[in-house]
């Protein structure tokens, strides 16, 4: 079974720096997708940014990035440039190629401190 | 392109009462997922349907949870007794199926059971 592990439960960043959140999975699979999503405390979470596994080419949008580790299979977010609307829990998730199913991480709570 | 709707967005009941809730998923996507997300974890299956048919259930709590899926659109979860231990956000999520295609959350239910 795939079991996806965020080992930060709460992480901070000062506004305008860089902060890493971690995740990492378990899997037999060669090809699937991971994702990252926001989880703001208006409770809808949101797409921030997701990766082929057959892609090793990091997947970058805007201040959001990934470093994708496959052989270790790590998955970690970088924000660049944090901002106060960046505060939100950040969910880690995997997808199988085959089917639709998903299976999240227990979330990393970002603080974003001014 | 309207997100996925559910509603009530908060219930409080009393516990052995029954409760249901409803969501409407984004047009055109045919997998619709129903999620249980305690205080400060990820979201947890509770069922996954591809169009009109459960394809899997295996952690929805048969004996006192139910869903629907009518005509492959709408959906409906229901508990019947509700107990204390159910207090929770319940999120539904519709996604294509379609490769690397991701999912979209609505904003859940919040219950509380007393």
């Known amino acids: 079974a795939q079991t996806v592990t965020q080992s930060q439960p709460e992480m901070s960043v000062q506004e305008a720096e860089t902060v890493t959140l971690s995740c990492t999975y378990d899997?037999?699979?060669?090809?699937?997708?991971l994702f990252w999503y926001k989880q703001p405390p208006s409770r809808q979470m949101i797409l921030v940014i997701r990766?082929?596994?057959?892609?090793?080419q990091n997947a970058t949008e805007n201040r959001f990035s990934v470093n994708f580790q496959k052989a270790a299979k790590s998955f970690s977010l970088k924000i660049s440039d944090s901002q106060l609307g960046d505060a939100a829990m950040y969910f880690c998730?995997?997808?199988?190629?085959?089917?639709?199913?998903?299976?999240f991480g227990t979330g990393t709570s970002l603080t974003v401190i001014p | 392109e309207a997100g996925v709707v559910q509603s009530p967005r908060y219930k409080i009941i009393e516990k052995k009462q029954p409760v249901a809730f409803w969501c409407n998923p984004i047009s055109g996507h045919n997998t619709l997922y129903w999620y249980l997300q305690n205080l400060g974890q990820g979201p947890e299956l509770l069922i996954r349907y591809e169009n009109e048919e459960a394809v899997d259930d295996s952690q929805l709590p048969k004996d006192r949870f139910s869903a629907e899926r009518l005509k492959g659109v709408d959906s409906t979860l229901k508990i019947q007794p509700a107990e204390l231990g159910d207090s929770a956000v319940y999120l539904c999520?519709?996604?294509?199926?379609?490769?690397?295609?991701?999912?979209?959350f609505g904003p859940g239910t919040r219950l509380t059971v007393l």
């Open positions: 899997t037999s699979e060669s090809d699937y997708y």
């Open positions: 998730a995997y997808r199988r190629n085959t089917g639709n199913q998903f299976y």
């Open positions: 999520a519709s996604s294509r199926r379609q490769d690397f295609d991701e999912q979209f």
């Open positions: 990766q082929e596994a057959y892609k090793q």
